[in-house]
């Protein structure tokens, strides 16, 4: 699962000249899901999301303050692209979950943000449909992220490897 976090002083969502969703200040994700994904992925992303500190703190502290400690709004978008693989120069998208199987995995997505935080603010698109999402970026800050491959560490990124009798201490 691969989502882009963008911090916002406001988005929207248009389908068919239609606006169906727009929130004010907060974050819209742009997520795309893939073959591979389980429950697990969800419920990372679902919390790395909602725990992700983008927002400044009342004494002016930059990134120290998450969408939920602010009680920001959550605009979430369906984006099947994320799980693009260039051929050439072409997109292949053959990792990216079948249509009816990511619209069950995607309404549980949204399911889970709303049971972990308020559902007033969570907001979405339309899953499938040909949108025009508006969205005007705040800094701008833009954070990508993906869920833990399969069988990776995931309580700790610091891992220790020992190589004869030495330890060495990655990503520290």
Known sequence: MKAVVQRVTR???????????????????????????????????????????????????????????KQYEVLCISQFTLQCVLKGNKPDFHLAMP??????????????????????????????AYMQVHIQNDGPVTIELESPAPGAATSDPKQCIIIGQNWILKNS
């Open 99 to 128: 249509t009816e199987q990511a619209e069950s995995f995607y309404n549980s997505f949204l399911e889970q943000l709303r049971k972990t935080y308020r559902p007033e603010l969570i907001k979405d698109g339309k899953f499938g």
């Open 11 to 69: 988005a929207s969502v248009t389908v068919g000249g239609e606006q169906i969703s727009a929130i004010g200040r907060g974050i819209c994700v742009l997520l795309g899901i893939s073959l591979e994904d389980t429950q697990k992925d969800l419920e990372h992303m679902v919390r790395k999301i909602l725990n992700l500190r983008v927002f400044e703190d009342e004494s002016g502290k930059h990134w120290s303050k998450s969408v939920m400690d």
